[in-house]
């Protein structure tokens, strides 16, 4: 088990594996997505409250579920970079920040468009909306001390340790509608109970998360596979590569 | 144990003596302090009173802006002089002294910025309880602020573009800001403010337990 | 559901059209920025190893 770590830890290998894991990840990805939009828009039946602007549910909840989802790989990834020095998680915090604030803006705008004729407001400081507007900032923080430093290894390691000081927003946004009492609806999907949402509109809804995991995936291993080259211009591997 | 005690005051006793000894910061850090608490009364017309309503909040916006506009002071004339790497090869641990650096920014830069505060508080006649809910949430808040922002001082030193360093410690400050204004609206209706001040204090453990092993880390991190 | 249904969106067409719109633009520039960075990045490398070689 620790060689097939370690294994991972090497550039070269997760250059040529990624390659593999790229296809399949786009095919799911493409899949799922169609799949979700056509169940979402179409086939599920309207809301009894809220008509058919409750579709926004499907972009709006795979947003924020990813937003807290790539936020916690890069706590996990610097942690694992401060005590183990492994280049490839340096890399992955660094590629994903900024798919991360992009997910935590995307989260905040279509809630804000819903929140209009659910609520009758587009914006309302509850604790929920608070404290991922706080993630937001922290992901911009972030992305602005990674550039601030010109030695990447350095600009990593620091990174790593803001990521894990702001590690504490995520329990405080997934655990916020069940401690205070807030505008923002409570949970819907929860792994032990049965989900208190119809199955025909719970399903497109599964689709687009899975859609939205495999987007965010596809997305970093392009971005990974950039920065693994720029990392190891120097090496045979590289070069060959470039030189074909 | 005891000498570490002795180094723990000996780092405190220096930086208190140097903060003192050159007081600019120190009286830059309270007439700005002043300043902003002005401002807010300025921008909404001498007649109006919507000031009255917000006077705690303004006054908890301005030590948090005066804190980040302080924090600066904590490592740069070490980290420039070399000190701090002499402190890193010190035999003693780095998160002992760099806690007793933190102590000593918080009673040149959060003690004063307290009793300030108070006295601001009665001279806008602001009323007992209100008063009391803010010293609470000033003495427990402060030093948070102090501890979070010597992690993102020691992240940040002497890098180019001096805005990152307050950009990186308002998000994070955000959530004391939340639970001591609620901490001040409920005192104004009469409420009790228990539950703020253990959010609050344990925030604030959390801090003295964290913060000193992370600016610690980062200030390595940096000199590496 | 009707075309007319899936479109005008029982009323809603406005908050629910922006809302996947807004999805769409921030998915699609992900994509964007990252194939443009890998091509970008591509070329860069081979025009320095081409110097070297030089």
Known sequence: MYKWIHQFGSPKYFYDISLHLSKWVTIVCIVCFIGGLYGGLVLAPADYQQGDSFRIIYVHVPAAWMSLFIYVILATSGAISLIWHIKITDIIARVSAPIGASFTFLALSTGAIWGKPMWGTYWVWDARLTSELILLFLYLGYIALQSAFDDKRIAARAGAILALIGIINIPIIHYSVEWWSTLHQGPTITKLDKPSIHLTMLIPLILMVIAFKTFYIAIALIKTRSEILKYECNSSWVKKILGN | ?224 | MSLNNFFSMGGYAAYVWSAYGISFIVLFLNIFLAVRNERKTIDELKKRLGSNNK
């Open chain 2, 1 to 224: 144990m005891s000498e570490y005690i002795n180094i723990f005051n000996v780092i405190l006793k220096r930086d208190l003596m140097l903060a003192f000894r050159d007081k600019t910061d120190f009286i830059n850090s309270l007439i700005f302090f002043i300043i902003v608490i002005t401002l807010f009364p300025l921008t909404f017309g001498t007649k109006s009173t919507i000031v009255n309503e917000i006077i705690p909040g303004m006054i908890w916006i301005s030590a948090l802006l005066a804190t980040c506009l302080s924090l600066e002071t904590i490592f740069r004339s070490d980290f420039e002089d070399g000190s701090i790497e002499q402190l890193t090869l010190s035999r003693y641990p780095l998160t002992l002294l760099v806690s007793a650096k933190i102590f000593a920014h918080w009673i040149t830069f959060g003690m004063p910025l307290i009793i300030i505060s108070l006295l601001m508080g009665i001279l806008l006649s602001l009323s007992n309880e209100i008063i009391i809910a803010l010293f609470i949430t000033l003495i427990l808040g402060t030093p948070i602020l102090s501890l979070l922002g010597s992690v993102m001082v020691a992240l940040t030193i002497g890098l180019r573009g001096g805005m990152l360093l307050n950009l990186l410690i308002l998000p994070l400050s955000m959530p004391v800001l939340i639970f001591s204004t609620v901490a001040i609206q409920n005192a104004a209706l009469n409420q009790s403010i228990i539950a703020e001040t253990y959010f609050l204090a344990g925030i604030l453990v959390l801090a003295i337990t964290l913060a000193p092993l992370a600016t610690a880390t980062a200030l390595r991190i940096r000199l590496s």
